[in-house]
């Protein structure tokens, strides 16, 4: 039965995902905001909701060894199998404000998250509540430096999508049918990571091994279909932004709510996922800022890279 309710996330996912996409992309131009905006923000917060769930759970029942091992999971899976995916099947061009701004922030971010789990017992209820301050103000910064794309993209929207009806109306709809489709990638995501975890229990796998690989890659689906979708609708901006927001999201929002909860513990090897987690950001910075693109070959690499970390968790845990 697991396997059918597993084929009913999926299905539920990737229709959820398409409409979210649309619908947001539609309201970004009708406001002039870049889409790049969007996914890192109202996209990533969305895709971010089953690690969420996953860490609030694990801190209420104490078992945050799963939240631990979902968010640094989810952050390499995010980078090397999505992007890495996304550039086989379409290069992705990197905007220039991306390469300057948003990945060194995700950088930054996975490296607090580093030195708080290292320098001690792992992250106690004061950091998660800084991690949580810092959420605020990155909302806060994004929203003062996002910037209108031109001044004629209300006239499109209006033009274009509208027809009789006013353009607020047509807002209001873009963004509820944004709300919908993101609750069908939470719904989704939720019943694959469910049914998963039943699953890879049922072969005996260990707290942690569950939420470095299967959890971790059953939360990275919203961000893996919703990143297929945007290469197929060439929102790159969109897709790229959604990325590194649910990097950032994963770290200051999941961990700060999780940690706030109950404390969470590191182990005597968290420091290779940490390293590994901070070298596929650092090589996605790379990437980008040689020729401001991720080619066939680069996501290839990144995909062998990601093949190469869930053997080596395989094998240290």
């Known amino acids: 039965m697991e396997f059918v309710w597993l084929f009913v996330g999926f299905a539920l996912l990737i229709k959820g995902a398409d409409v979210m996409i649309e619908a947001a992309s539609k309201l970004a131009r009708s406001f002039g905001i870049p889409t790049m905006v969007i996914g890192l923000t109202v996209i990533a917060l969305g895709t971010s909701m089953p690690e969420a769930a996953i860490g609030i759970m694990s801190a209420v029942n104490k078992t945050n060894q799963l939240t631990l091992g979902d968010v640094i999971g989810s952050s390499v899976a995010n980078v090397a199998l999505i992007i890495g995916f996304s550039a086989v099947l379409r290069p992705l061009t990197i905007q220039p404000g991306t390469i300057s701004r948003d990945i060194p922030l995700s950088i930054m971010v996975q490296a607090v998250f580093a030195v708080f789990l290292l320098t001690g017992q792992g992250i106690d209820r004061l950091e998660s509540i800084t991690l949580m301050i810092a959420l ?50 939470m719904g989704g995501s939720k019943l694959i990571a469910d049914n998963a975890i039943l699953i890879a229990e049922g072969f005996g796998l260990s707290e942690t091994m569950i939420g470095i690989t299967v959890v971790a890659l059953g939360t990275s689906l919203p961000e893996l279909v919703v990143s297929i979708v945007s290469v197929t ?9 959604n990325i590194i927001g649910s990097n950032i999201f994963n770290i200051l929002f999941v961990v700060g709510v999780s940690g706030t909860i109950y404390p969470i513990a590191s182990s005597d090897t968290i420091w290779i996922n940490l390293a590994l ?35 080596l968790a395989v094998l240290t845990t």
């Open 136 to 185: 605020v103000g990155y909302l806060f910064y994004m929203v003062r430096s996002s910037k209108p794309e031109n001044n004629e993209s209300q006239d499109t929207f209006n033009k274009s999508d509208s027809g009789e009806k006013p353009v607020s109306a047509m807002r209001w709809r873009s963004f509820l049918i944004t709300l919908a489709g993101m609750a069908g990638v």
């Open 277 to 311: 987690m901070l070298t596929v950001s650092v090589l996605f910075l790379l990437m980008a800022k040689r020729s401001k693109r991720i080619s066939r070959p680069e996501g290839s690499f990144l995909l062998v890279f990601y093949v190469a970390f869930l053997a």
């Open 233 to 241: 609708r060439k929102e790159h901006g969109l897709l790229v932004g």
